[in-house]
C-alpha cells in the first residue's frame, strides 16, 4: 500500500540552528515528491517539486533533496517566520488520480 | 484579487442538511480539486476535476458531489452531512494536474453536530 511517513512530528528550534525534515515513502513508482508549508488557519503554500533520486532545490533557507526511499527538507540557520507545518506530498505512478499527503512536521522556531 | 477563494471560511450544519462550499479561482487553471484536513491525517483527495464538465474521484469521495460548468467555479456539496464529515475543506487549483504545484484557498472549516 501506499504510503507517506513524515518525521518528527514536531520540531522545536532556536533561532539558527538548522535541522531537516524528514519524508520517508514507499510507492509503486514516483512520479513527483512535493513540499508545502502551512501556516495556521491558512491552506497550503507550494515550495518545492523533486522527480527523481539525487535532485536537490532550494529557496531561501530551505533545501529539498530526494533518495529513492525519502526526502530532507534541510533548514538552515532558521527564523521564526520559518515556524509552521511542513507538508509533504508524493505522486506515485500506479494511481492516475493519487496524491499522497502525509501528516506533516509543525516546526517551531524560538528567538 | 487573483487568486482562489473559498466561501463560506466556517460553516455549522445539522446532521442531514445539506450544505454547499463554494470554490472560485480566477487564473483559468484548468484543474481544480477538493480535500478535506483531519487532525493526525494528510490532506485527502475528495474530487477533481481537469476541466469544466470533467469531474472523477479521488481518494475518499463517499457522500460527496461535485459539478464544474465553468472553469472557475468548483462547489462541493454534502447531500447529507454527517458528523464524520466534520473537516477543514480545501479548494486547490493547478495549471497541469496532479504533477504539479497546486495553489490552496484558505479553507472552510466545516462542523457537523
Known amino acids: 500500500e501506499d504510503q507517506v511517513t513524515q518525521s518528527p512530528e514536531a520540531l522545536r528550534l532556536q533561532e539558527g540552528e538548522s535541522s531537516s525534515l524528514n519524508c520517508s515513502y514507499t510507492?509503486?513508482?514516483?512520479?513527483?515528491l512535493f513540499w508545502y508549508r502551512q501556516d495556521p488557519g491558512k491552506g497550503p503554500e507550494f515550495l518545492f517539486t523533486l522527480y527523481s533520486a539525487g535532485e536537490e532545490k532550494e529557496k531561501e533557507r530551505l533545501k529539498a533533496t530526494l533518495t529513492k526511499k525519502e526526502s530532507f527538507l534541510h533548514i538552515t540557520a532558521p527564523k521564526p517566520e520559518d515556524s509552521a507545518t511542513y507538508l509533504c506530498?508524493?505522486?506515485?505512478?500506479?494511481?492516475?488520480?493519487?496524491?499522497?499527503f502525509g501528516a506533516g512536521t509543525r516546526l517551531a522556531v524560538h528567538p | 484579487d487573483a487568486g482562489i477563494t473559498q466561501s463560506p471560511r466556517y460553516k455549522i450544519t445539522e446532521t442531514g442538511r445539506q450544505v454547499t462550499l463554494m470554490c472560485h479561482q480566477t487564473w483559468s487553471h484548468s484543474y481544480m480539486f477538493w480535500y478535506r484536513q483531519d487532525l493526525g491525517h494528510g490532506l485527502r483527495l475528495i474530487y477533481y476535476?481537469?476541466?469544466?464538465?470533467?469531474?472523477d474521484k479521488g481518494e475518499v469521495p463517499d457522500g460527496y458531489v461535485v459539478s464544474r460548468s465553468k472553469t472557475e467555479n468548483f462547489p462541493l456539496t454534502l447531500e447529507s452531512a454527517t458528523r464524520s464529515q466534520t473537516s477543514v475543506y480545501f479548494c486547490a487549483s493547478s495549471p497541469r494536474g496532479l504533477n504539479t504545484e497546486a495553489f490552496f484557498g484558505q479553507g472552510t472549516r466545516l462542523t457537523v453536530v
Open positions: 506530498a508524493v505522486r506515485p505512478s500506479g494511481g492516475y488520480n493519487k496524491l499522497i
Open positions: 476535476s481537469a476541466a469544466a464538465d470533467i469531474t
Open positions: 510507492v509503486s513508482g514516483l512520479r513527483g
